[in-house]
């Protein structure tokens, strides 16, 4: 017997990290999906109409089923039921079919035809969502944005789906190995998402001198096709795996409406979902305006259309860069040679430093942008492995809270004093946002690991279904909630690159604020109770 399980392929390390690879990648490709509009909101305005508001609603229409009818509940259910396998490929399916429906109702195809007519006229008035004031459209709102907005809430119910699913999968493969590292693996990865839709939906969007914002949509598209492979791939691997183990597969244990009543009577429980969503509203909302905010804070100088900084290549140059900037950060952390650790590291300062210098020669708010992942693939290890070994939880929450204040205030007031000089204000827009995405390290490392700490194991399941249905919340009203507020604070700009963002992000340092003393309070009570969330998981 002990010969047989040798020879599973989850005992093959080799097998093992493919079917991670595998995973990760298909979620990496749904990052870049998730926020492939996000660096050409200007472009949105001036070839689809779309103002902050419209724009907005869009945004926050992609966790609108999960929230409003409870598709992460059913999400759970079909895991449980169908298992593994079947839900990795449905989601991968039900993300391909969104991601049509986006792409379409951004091209040129969608302009003059009769579904555009149809939707202006429609759609105008959703009886009881109006009335509760969370309707996914209002009137006015652009047809194009509406259908937008309809394929955006398909693609997020694929998008949570896989989310849970691949954490499924990881425990799976990992269970009693290098699950910890295996996770942060897939997340440092997935992360560089973010960077690469910042890179290439504006060089797609452009190509060839000519304006198309529908080609960057496509580019998603063909990505997200690549992702249904891989998780077919996958499938065929896991089914191979059950066949060699013999074991059924594995499958959480249904949501039960009994279990509410253990889960909301858990004060800590409360607190972790409370700090959940602050912690994710102020960040990823903010993702889909960064771009824009940086292109209204920062003074540009227009690059020569012969020049080096404005041709093609030079996109593919720096993202060459950017990888070698995330694989000496990750590989760091993993090198037991105290010499090979350094160099790796220096190799990954030197790319950053002149990742950072190419993004300044460009005058790109977006390739400005796109650091922000690079510093949380390397830290994110280090962090993780902190927590396992030493503990200190709540206590990298109330640090993550305050690094997220001091950022958000910074791009508030500080980088908007230095418009008019170009390099004071790179820099100072560079530092500030290596460091918000250094914040965002510490929630995965510390939250997510807290909440067995909080509830039973039979109901951890449930738990964290009833957290991503909290964290969904957050999400869908502060993409909406920011773009009405610019709209009210910008009454009379009609200039997309000349937008004041001041209220928006104190309204996100607001948010930090209240992580901030919910921080405080949780360590107060993880003490009085000892709930052991100081404690490291590992001892």
């Given at each position: 017997?002990?010969?047989?399980?040798?020879?599973?392929?989850?005992d093959?390390a080799?097998?093992r990290?493919?079917?991670?690879?595998?995973?990760?990648?298909?979620?990496?490709?749904?990052?870049?999906?998730?926020?492939?509009?996000?660096?050409i909101?200007d472009l949105m305005?001036t070839?689809r109409?779309?103002?902050?508001?419209?724009?907005?609603t869009?945004?926050g229409?992609?966790?609108?089923?999960?929230?409003?009818v409870?598709?992460?509940?059913?999400?759970?259910i079909?895991?449980?039921?169908?298992?593994?396998?079947?839900?990795?490929?449905?989601?991968g399916?039900?993300?391909?079919?969104?991601?049509?429906?986006?792409y379409?109702?951004v091209s040129e195809?969608?302009?003059?035809?009769?579904?555009?007519?149809?939707?202006?006229?429609h759609?105008?008035?959703?009886?009881?969502?109006?009335?509760?004031?969370?309707?996914?459209?209002y009137?006015?709102?652009?047809?194009?944005?509406k259908?937008?907005?309809?394929?955006?809430?398909?693609?997020g119910?694929?998008?949570?789906?896989?989310?849970?699913t691949?954490?499924?999968g990881i425990v799976?493969w990992?269970?009693g190995?290098?699950?910890?590292?295996?996770?942060g693996?897939e997340?440092?990865?997935?992360?560089?998402?973010v960077?690469?839709?910042?890179?290439?939906?504006?060089f797609f969007?452009?190509?060839?001198?000519?304006?198309?914002?529908?080609?960057s949509?496509a580019?998603?598209?063909?990505?997200?096709?690549?992702?249904?492979?891989?998780?077919i791939?996958?499938?065929?691997?896991?089914?191979?795996?059950d066949?060699?183990?013999?074991?059924?597969?594995?499958?959480?244990?249904?949501?039960?409406?009994s279990?509410?009543g253990?889960?909301?009577s858990s004060?800590?429980?409360?607190?972790?979902?409370?700090?959940?969503?602050?912690?994710?509203?102020?960040?990823?909302p903010?993702?889909?305006?960064?771009?824009?905010?940086?292109?209204?804070?920062?003074?540009f100088?227009?690059v020569?259309?012969?020049s080096?900084?404005?041709s093609?290549?030079?996109?593919?140059?720096?993202?060459?860069?950017?990888i070698?900037?995330?694989?000496?950060?990750f590989?760091?952390?993993?090198?037991?040679?105290?010499?090979?650790?350094?160099?790796f590291?220096?190799?990954?300062?030197?790319?950053?430093?002149v990742?950072?210098?190419?993004?300044y020669?460009?005058q790109s708010?977006?390739s400005?942008f796109?650091?922000?992942?690079?510093?949380?693939?390397?830290?994110t290890?280090i962090?993780g492995n902190?927590v396992d070994?030493k503990?200190?939880?709540?206590?990298?929450?109330?640090?993550?809270?305050?690094?997220?204040?001091?950022c958000?205030?910074?791009?508030?007031?500080?980088?908007?004093?230095?418009?008019?000089?170009?390099?004071?204000?790179?820099?100072?827009?560079?530092?500030?946002?290596?460091?918000?995405?250094?914040?965002?390290?510490?929630?995965p490392?510390?939250?997510w690991?807290?909440?067995?700490?909080?509830?039973?194991?039979?109901?951890?399941?449930?738990?964290?279904a009833?957290?991503?249905?909290?964290?969904?919340?957050?999400l869908?009203l502060?993409?909406l909630?920011?773009?009405?507020?610019?709209?009210?604070?910008?009454?009379?700009v009609?200039?997309?690159?000349?937008?004041?963002?001041?209220?928006?992000?104190?309204m996100?340092?607001?948010?930090?604020?209240a992580?901030?003393?919910?921080g405080?309070y949780l360590?107060?009570?993880?003490?009085?109770?000892?709930?052991?969330?100081?404690e490291?998981?590992?001892k």
């Amino acid at each position: 017997m002990t010969e047989e399980i040798r020879k599973t392929l989850r005992d093959s390390a080799a097998m093992r990290w493919t079917a991670l690879l595998l995973l990760a990648l298909a979620m990496f490709c749904a990052y870049i999906f998730v926020d492939i509009l996000s660096p050409i909101k200007d472009l949105m305005l001036t070839q689809r109409g779309w103002d902050s508001t419209a724009f907005g609603t869009m945004q926050g229409s992609e966790t609108f089923l999960n929230v409003f009818v409870f598709f992460l509940i059913f999400a759970g259910i079909i895991l449980d039921k169908m298992g593994v396998r079947f839900t990795a490929v449905l989601s991968g399916a039900v993300m391909l079919f969104g991601a049509l429906i986006k792409y379409y109702a951004v091209s040129e195809s969608f302009i003059g035809s009769g579904m555009e007519a149809w939707f202006t006229a429609h759609l105008n008035y959703i009886p009881g969502f109006d009335e509760l004031g969370v309707s996914p459209f209002y009137e006015g709102m652009p047809a194009s944005a509406k259908v937008a907005a309809i394929g955006f809430m398909i693609f997020g119910c694929g998008t949570e789906m896989g989310g849970i699913t691949v954490s499924r999968g990881i425990v799976k493969w990992f269970k009693g190995r290098e699950m910890a590292l295996a996770m942060g693996s897939e997340m440092a990865l997935a992360r560089l998402g973010v960077a690469t839709c910042m890179i290439f939906s504006p060089f797609f969007a452009k190509l060839g001198g000519s304006i198309d914002v529908s080609r960057s949509v496509a580019f998603g598209v063909v990505l997200l096709c690549i992702a249904l492979i891989m998780i077919i791939v996958y499938f065929f691997m896991d089914k191979k795996l059950d066949s060699q183990t013999h074991e059924e597969e594995e499958k959480d244990d249904p949501f039960k409406i009994s279990d509410l009543g253990k889960i909301l009577s858990s004060q800590g429980f409360w607190l972790v979902s409370l700090l959940c969503v602050l912690y994710y509203s102020a960040i990823f909302p903010f993702q889909k305006y960064a771009v824009n905010m940086l292109q209204c804070n920062l003074t540009f100088t227009a690059v020569p259309e012969d020049s080096f900084w404005a041709s093609s290549s030079v996109t593919i140059v720096q993202y060459v860069i950017m990888i070698i900037v995330a694989a000496g950060a990750f590989a760091s952390n993993f090198q037991k040679d105290k010499v090979r650790r350094v160099l790796f590291t220096v190799a990954s300062v030197v790319a950053l430093v002149v990742y950072c210098y190419m993004g300044y020669m460009r005058q790109s708010a977006e390739s400005i942008f796109a650091v922000f992942p690079l510093l949380a693939v390397g830290i994110t290890p280090i962090l993780g492995n902190y927590v396992d070994h030493k503990g200190k939880a709540a206590t990298m929450l109330v640090l993550g809270s305050l690094l997220l204040i001091f950022c958000h205030l910074t791009f508030a007031f500080i980088l908007p004093q230095f418009k008019g000089s170009e390099l004071g204000g790179v820099v100072v827009a560079y530092v500030t946002i290596l460091v918000l995405g250094a914040s965002f390290s510490l929630v995965p490392a510390a939250l997510w690991p807290s909440v067995p700490k909080l509830v039973e194991p039979k109901i951890i399941g449930s738990a964290y279904a009833l957290i991503f249905w909290i964290q969904n919340i957050g999400l869908w009203l502060f993409p909406l909630l920011i773009g009405k507020v610019l709209d009210k604070t910008n009454p009379n700009v009609t200039d997309p690159t000349q937008l004041n963002y001041t209220w928006p992000l104190v309204m996100l340092a607001m948010l930090g604020v209240a992580a901030f003393f919910i921080g405080l309070y949780l360590k107060v009570i993880d003490k009085r109770k000892g709930i052991g969330l100081e404690e490291p998981n590992i001892k």
